[in-house]
T-cell receptor, first 115, second 116 residues
Framework: AQSVAQPEDQVNVAEGNPLTVKCTYSVSGNPYLFWYVQYPNRGLQFLLKYITGDNLVKGSYGFEAEFNKSQTSFHLKKPSALVSDSALYFCAVRDIRTNAGKSTFGDGTTLTVKP | DTGVSQDPRHKITKRGQNVTFRCDPISEHNRLYWYRQTLGQGPEFLTYFQNEAQLEKSRLLSDRFSAERPKGSFSTLEIQRTEQGDSAMYLC??????????????FGPGTRLTVL
């Protein structure tokens, strides 16, 4: 079984400040981890993924995420938030062993960046 | 624009009616997924295809739901005898399968179903 928890429904930050959106996961084997962003009335857009290698992964729009195996976490970060980053963010996990492609998503975190 | 298209974007129907949604994936992608998303939740996996073969179905996919991908290109999701609980956003995604399912999925804009 695989699962994802996004413990914060909402994150509020001021423009220019660093942001963190938290994600923890559970899988039987090793994980593939993904972050997606969803804007109103739009489909999910891929931001970044961790497959293997460096624990710090860089993605689109200046976002990055750090894989921490001991804490089973994959927090999304950005050094300086923009108002345009305001959106709904989803973390997703896939178990490497199943090779099935089925992803399990968290319930999402709404990020609001205030000017 | 991700390249995955879904039709229709919105569907309003009466309880008990049948509805069918279509998804056109990115052309070179051989994997196609259906998810359901309700307000305040993340997408929930329904089923997926590799080429024309349906490889996995969620327990969420009751007997009233059926999905097809007859030629390994577009897919349809049909819901028979709709119920108010079927109201949700139905998302389609596609990906290319190269190695160990490591590729990200590209999502369409979704079909919002409202059952009255």
């Amino acid at each position: 079984a695989q699962s994802v928890a996004q413990p914060e429904d909402q994150v509020n930050v001021a423009e220019g400040n660093p942001l963190t959106v938290k994600c923890t996961y559970s899988v039987s084997g090793n994980p593939y981890l993904f972050w997606y962003v969803q804007y109103p009335n739009r489909g999910l857009q891929f931001l970044l993924k961790y497959i293997t290698g460096d624990n710090l992964v860089k993605g689109s729009y200046g976002f990055e995420a750090e894989f921490n195996k001991s804490q089973t976490s994959f927090h999304l970060k950005k050094p300086s938030a923009l108002v345009s980053d305001s959106a709904l963010y989803f973390c997703a996990v896939r178990d490497i062993r199943t090779n099935a492609g089925k992803s399990t998503f968290g319930d999402g975190t709404t990020l609001t960046v205030k000017p | 624009d991700t390249g995955v298209s879904q039709d229709p974007r919105h569907k309003i129907t009466k309880r008990g009616q049948n509805v069918t949604f279509r998804c056109d994936p990115i052309s070179e992608h051989n994997r196609l997924y259906w998810y359901r998303q309700t307000l305040g939740q993340g997408p929930e996996f329904l089923t997926y295809f590799q080429n024309e073969a349906q490889l996995e179905k969620s327990r969420l996919l009751s007997d009233r739901f059926s999905a097809e991908r007859p030629k390994g290109s577009f897919s349809t999701l049909e819901i028979q005898r709709t119920e108010q609980g079927d109201s949700a956003m139905y998302l389609c995604a596609s990906s290319s399968f190269r190695a160990s399912g490591r590729n990200e999925q590209f999502f369409g804009p979704g079909t919002r179903l409202t059952v009255l």
